[in-house]
């Protein structure tokens, strides 16, 4: 039998990530200053998430 997953559980965190990508990504582009520093932790952020889950997925995938 398969188990069903609320939508905010499949989707939750990429919308996260993507709301967090924008943000940052847009305000680094309009303003400037400390704009410029938010925006690229917000897209490192994003970038940092990515990292964690490959990693995981390749020492996961070796047992």
Known sequence: MRRS???VAILGVPLLLM????????GALIYDGAWDVIGSALLGV????ALWAWVRARITHRR
């Open 5 to 7: 997953f609320p939508l």
């Open 46 to 49: 994003t970038i940092g998430v």
């Open 19 to 26: 709301i967090l990508s924008l943000t940052g990504l847009v």
